[in-house]
Nanobody, 127 residues
Framework: EVQVVESGGGLVQAGGSLRLSCGAS????????IGWFRQAPGKEREGVSC????????YYADSVKGRFIISSGNAKTMVYLQMNSLKPEDTAVYYC????????????????????WGQGTQVTVSS
């Protein structure tokens, strides 16, 4: 069974850091784009960051640029989101998703382009 599983959420004070992990089960992330999305209560889902495992292209939303770093593990079964200088407005449920197919020079921040989704992990940043 193909699954995507997130971990690493939690409670942190403003200015702190967390690292989220996204793992593949039943497949590898080769030739997939992996995206991180978040949704806060009462707000629309936001594309935070993504990475193409075809060529390493990355994308960051303006709201996290310079603070978050997305990376792939060596075995192409893990993707990480290092979140630094966290702010209360980063509080949300964070979801990892995988989009099938190779992508060169591109990865999408649009959720409808993703095929497999994790269950989400809560990130809470206190002020």
């Amino acid at each position: 069974e193909v699954q995507v599983v997130e971990s690493g959420g939690g409670l942190v004070q403003a200015g702190g850091s967390l690292r989220l992990s996204c793992g593949a089960s039943g497949f590898t992330f080769d030739d997939y784009a992996i995206g991180w999305f978040r949704q806060a209560p009462g707000k629309e889902r936001e594309g935070v960051s993504c990475i193409s495992n075809t060529d390493g292209t990355t994308y960051y939303a303006d709201s996290v640029k310079g603070r978050f770093i997305i990376s792939s593990g060596n075995a192409k079964t893990m993707v990480y989101l290092q979140m630094n200088s966290l702010k209360p407005e980063d509080t949300a449920v964070y979801y990892c998703a995988a989009a099938k197919g190779p992508s060169w020079g591109y990865c999408s921040a649009r959720g409808y382009e993703y095929d497999y989704w994790g269950q989400g992990t809560q990130v809470t940043v206190s002020s």
